[in-house]
Structure formats: C-alpha cells, structure tokens
C-alpha cells in the first residue's frame, strides 16, 4: 500500500498526483506544488492473459511527514486506495 494515505503532503504532492494518473483516479489537487525528496515507487506488474495490469505504490520519501488518516479526512466515506 502507497505510504502517502498516511502523509501530511499527500494533497499537494507532485509525485502523488502522478500515482493517481497512474491508477486513473481522481486528483486531490489540480496543481500539486510540492516536489518530494527521494520517493521510491514499486511498480507491480501483472499479467492475465492478454491484459497488463500495473499497480503504483510510494514505498519511500525522505519527505514523509506523518498524519495518520490524512487521505481518508480529504475523502470521507470513500474506501482508501488500494
């Protein structure tokens, strides 16, 4: 699971923006400014006959600041990303 749900800056983080482009999901903000430092992305890649799936999770950030529950408080009652 991508560390960001659980960051102060996952609202206004460029690399979490890109993450939700990855997933076609909604955007927190429009115009994500801040640029993280050092995030590491794993990217799982699975296949199922002729369909590719990929999943994006940020598993690292030299700039995690932690705030348990920040992205279930910026979307309440939806389930949090997988």
């Not at 997933?23 to 801040?34: E, G, N, R, V, Y």
């Not at 600041?65 to 949090?80: F, S």
Request: glycine share 4%; hydrophobic share 35%; proline share 9%.
């Amino acid at each position: 699971m991508c560390i960001c749900i659980d960051c102060d800056h996952v609202d206004r983080c460029i690399t979490y923006n890109a993450v939700e482009t990855q997933h076609q999901q909604p955007h927190l903000s429009d115009s994500p400014d801040f640029d993280p430092l050092e995030p590491s992305i794993n990217v799982n890649i699975r296949t199922q006959d002729d369909l590719i799936e990929m999943e994006w999770d940020v598993v690292g950030c030299l700039s995690f600041l932690l705030e348990k529950g920040k992205w279930a408080r910026l979307r309440p009652g939806l389930p949090l990303p997988t």
